[in-house]
């Protein structure tokens, strides 16, 4: 994905320069930096690139600024893990030098070819300004590290022609393997007519690559498609499956981003004609439309993790304080915390859980089993912290018919959830917690549910409201909603929250809808920051169980 910020990222320095103001991390902001939420020491960083498991190691790229904390100077960070959690930084596996990537090296995936030959292959902007494709292989194969990349003598492999926009051509998907013994990517465009388009490319040999006849999917109806992921998902349970299996059993998932979300769909794949026929909603600008997470999360990549047999899903999540802010702390940007991902029951949708490495973490436990949270209830969760914790708890109605009534089905979970923020009571919600909730919670942070009754069934609608996540000023303070898929007539209302500092990542309904926040409390930090569970609605909830667990920090450190 590439970022138009140069023009404004130069002003903001030449400001920077005439008032004085310095790029090194300012102490009084460093509360907001992670723990266990993967970001380089210091600098910019995006998207992530090209994640893999080969060797028996974990490798993470990502879009890397190394000499400043805002967009520019666009390279390839390197980071390699043996567990995605504690992860060792290397030197920048691709850096802007070339005439066919010197205005940057961009966005991109990796495949590994015939099981042991991995490449990368990214976009770049050129001497000329237009993007295009480029390759690039490791140094030595034999580096367990695979710590140098060389880039391929034939670059660019693939340049924007005919009816292709050369600003509107980038992020080559993973490539998959047909029936054919030919390689596929995608590459996100806009055709110049106005489509929103993923271009399908061939290859016999994964370096020479030759245009689809026909786009693989298309939409009138919204802007650039970027960072495209194409995979197939079972259905017969959770296990992830590689990117080229062909077989029984299985479906397939597009997933593209665009409006600063990241937007889905499910389908049958016929790998003999390279048909995808949806089973799901198409691509819309509309609140019915799939979303990977409906809060900060974005340009996603996912990759199939062979030891495990899982699917494994990143995301960039930016900041919402300012470019002067990210001068003081001397960085910007973090990875969401890798996810499982899979198909769900219903077959409708997809389920996102924390990889599981994410329990060797965990420190001090809280668990608290069968309370009844009557109408107002406050409840404080003793001994955890507000800032830096992984927190379960599930919830029960006893009679939802009791729920306040909505007039739609359709109902934007968004819009519902600003106007029935956490401090407006309903019959069954607000009911959630509070993080980084500071003394006399003038700071708080809520992730909470509601459920309604519509016209047709019940909607259960998740939110996370930070309208009052802090007192500063010029900070994002947005609230986020979604619906969960279930029913509270039979169905329990879970909620899993992992709290780091300044993000809150949240798995409603065990992961069947997911909200990513970004957080900047001037009172509820460190040990200030509080933990509650809380019904704000008229009726009694029954709480069924909570689990909270402190969290030790990640090891990310540069590789000696």
Same mark, same amino acid.
């Given at each position: 994905? &590439?970022?138009?910020?140069?023009?404004?990222?130069?002003? /903001?320095?030449?400001?920077?320069?005439?008032?004085?103001?310095?790029?090194?991390?300012?102490?009084?902001?460093?509360?907001?930096?992670?723990?266990?939420?993967?970001?380089?020491?210091?600098?910019?960083?995006?998207?992530?690139?090209?994640?893999?498991?080969?060797?028996?190691?974990?490798?993470?790229?990502?879009?890397?600024?190394?000499?400043?904390?805002?967009?520019?100077?666009?390279?390839?960070?390197?980071?390699?893990?043996?567990?995605?959690?504690?992860?060792?930084?290397?030197?920048?596996?691709? *850096?802007?030098?070339?005439?066919?990537?010197?205005?940057?090296?961009?966005?991109?995936?990796?495949?590994?070819?015939?099981?042991?030959?991995?490449?990368?292959?990214?976009?770049?902007?050129?001497?000329?300004?237009?993007? &295009?494709?480029?390759?690039?292989?490791?140094?030595?194969?034999?580096?367990?590290?695979?710590?140098?990349?060389?880039?391929?003598?034939?670059?660019?492999? @693939?340049?924007?022609?005919?009816?292709?926009?050369?600003?509107?051509?980038?992020?080559?998907? =993973?490539?998959?393997?047909?029936?054919?013994? %030919?390689?596929?990517?995608?590459?996100?465009?806009?055709?110049?007519?106005?489509?929103?388009?993923?271009?399908?490319?061939?290859?016999?040999?994964?370096?020479?690559? =030759?245009?689809?006849?026909?786009?693989?999917?298309?939409?009138?109806?919204?802007?650039?498609?970027?960072?495209?992921? /194409? +995979?197939?998902?079972?259905?017969?349970?959770?296990?992830?499956?590689?990117?080229?299996?062909?077989?029984?059993? =299985?479906?397939?998932?597009?997933?593209?981003?665009?409006?600063?979300?990241?937007?889905?769909?499910?389908?049958?794949?016929?790998?003999?004609?390279?048909?995808?026929?949806?089973?799901?909603?198409?691509?819309? &600008?509309?609140?019915?439309?799939?979303?990977?997470?409906?809060?900060?999360?974005? $340009?996603?990549?996912?990759? +199939?993790?062979?030891?495990?047999?899982?699917? &494994?899903?990143?995301?960039?999540?930016?900041?919402?304080?300012?470019?002067?802010?990210?001068?003081? #702390?001397?960085?910007?940007?973090?990875?969401?915390?890798?996810?499982?991902?899979?198909?769900?029951?219903?077959? #409708?949708? @997809?389920?996102?859980?924390?990889?599981?490495?994410?329990?060797?973490?965990?420190? %001090?436990?809280?668990?608290?089993?069968?309370? !009844?949270?009557?109408?107002?209830?406050?409840?404080?969760?003793?001994?955890?912290?507000?800032?830096?914790?992984?927190?379960?708890?599930?919830?029960?109605?006893?009679?939802?018919?009791?729920?306040?009534?909505?007039?739609?089905?359709?109902?934007?979970?968004?819009?519902?959830? !600003?106007?029935?923020?956490?401090?407006?009571?309903?019959?069954?919600?607000?009911?959630?917690?509070?993080?980084?909730?500071?003394?006399?919670?003038?700071?708080?942070?809520?992730? /909470?549910?509601?459920?309604?009754?519509?016209?047709?069934?019940?909607?259960? @609608?998740?939110?996370?409201?930070? *309208?009052?996540?802090?007192?500063?000023?010029?900070?994002?303070?947005?609230?986020?909603?979604?619906?969960?898929?279930?029913?509270?007539?039979?169905?329990?209302? *879970?909620?899993?929250?992992?709290?780091?500092?300044?993000?809150?990542?949240?798995?409603?309904? !065990?992961?069947?809808?997911?909200?990513?926040?970004?957080?900047?409390?001037?009172?509820?930090?460190?040990?200030?920051? %509080?933990?509650?569970?809380?019904?704000?609605?008229? #009726?009694?909830?029954?709480?069924?169980?909570?689990?909270?667990?402190?969290?030790?920090? $990640?090891?990310?450190?540069?590789?000696?």
């Amino acid at each position: 994905m &590439v970022k138009e910020m140069a023009g404004w990222v130069l002003s /903001f320095c030449i400001l920077l320069v005439v008032n004085g103001v310095g790029v090194h991390a300012s102490e009084d902001l460093q509360p907001y930096r992670t723990a266990f939420h993967f970001q380089p020491l210091k600098n910019w960083m995006n998207d992530p690139n090209g994640p893999m498991y080969f060797n028996g190691v974990y490798h993470l790229f990502y879009q890397y600024n190394p000499g400043g904390p805002l967009w520019g100077n666009i390279s390839w960070g390197h980071s390699i893990s043996h567990d995605l959690v504690n992860w060792f930084i290397l030197e920048p596996a691709l *850096s802007p030098k070339e005439p066919y990537d010197i205005g940057g090296c961009f966005t991109g995936s990796s495949t590994i070819l015939h099981g042991s030959k991995p490449i990368i292959l990214y976009t770049a902007q050129d001497a000329d300004g237009a993007q &295009v494709q480029n390759l690039a292989l490791p140094k030595n194969r034999s580096d367990p590290l695979l710590k140098d990349w060389i880039k391929w003598s034939g670059n660019p492999v @693939l340049t924007p022609v005919n009816d292709i926009n050369t600003s509107q051509f980038r992020d080559p998907s =993973t490539a998959w393997k047909g029936p054919d013994g %030919k390689w596929r990517i995608l590459i996100g465009s806009e055709i110049i007519k106005g489509q929103a388009t993923a271009l399908l490319y061939y290859s016999t040999d994964g370096f020479n690559w =030759t245009r689809s006849d026909k786009p693989f999917k298309f939409s009138r109806e919204t802007n650039m498609w970027e960072c495209p992921d /194409f +995979y197939p998902v079972s259905n017969i349970g959770k296990d992830g499956i590689d990117t080229s299996f062909q077989g029984n059993n =299985t479906m397939h998932v597009l997933k593209v981003s665009f409006n600063s979300h990241e937007y889905y769909v499910i389908g049958m794949y016929d790998p003999q004609t390279d048909q995808f026929l949806l089973a799901t909603n198409d691509f819309s &600008v509309s609140n019915t439309q799939l979303q990977y997470d409906y809060g900060r999360f974005y $340009a996603s990549k996912s990759f +199939y993790d062979g030891a495990k047999k899982r699917r &494994v899903l990143w995301a960039w999540v930016n900041e919402g304080d300012s470019p002067s802010d990210a001068f003081k #702390k001397g960085w910007s940007g973090l990875q969401s915390f890798p996810r499982s991902i899979w198909l769900s029951d219903t077959r #409708k949708q @997809l389920v996102q859980w924390p990889v599981e490495e994410i329990k060797k973490l965990r420190a %001090k436990q809280v668990n608290m089993v069968s309370r !009844e949270l009557k109408g107002g209830s406050l409840l404080e969760v003793p001994g955890i912290s507000g800032s830096q914790a992984d927190i379960e708890v599930v919830f029960s109605l006893s009679n939802p018919s009791d729920a306040e009534l909505i007039n739609s089905d359709l109902s934007d979970p968004q819009h519902l959830c !600003e106007q029935k923020n956490v401090s407006t009571s309903g019959s069954y919600g607000p009911f959630g917690v509070l993080v980084f909730a500071s003394k006399n919670l003038t700071e708080q942070t809520a992730v /909470f549910f509601r459920v309604f009754k519509g016209p047709n069934k019940f909607q259960v @609608l998740m939110c996370s409201d930070q *309208s009052r996540s802090s007192i500063a000023q010029g900070v994002d303070k947005s609230t986020y909603g979604a619906f969960l898929d279930l029913d509270p007539l039979h169905d329990k209302i *879970s909620l899993r929250s992992l709290v780091d500092h300044s993000i809150v990542e949240s798995f409603g309904g !065990e992961g069947l809808a997911c909200i990513t926040a970004r957080v900047y409390p001037k009172l509820a930090i460190h040990e200030h920051a %509080k933990l509650y569970v809380f019904n704000n609605g008229s #009726k009694s909830v029954t709480m069924l169980s909570l689990n909270a667990w402190n969290m030790n920090k $990640a090891q990310i450190v540069p590789m000696d």
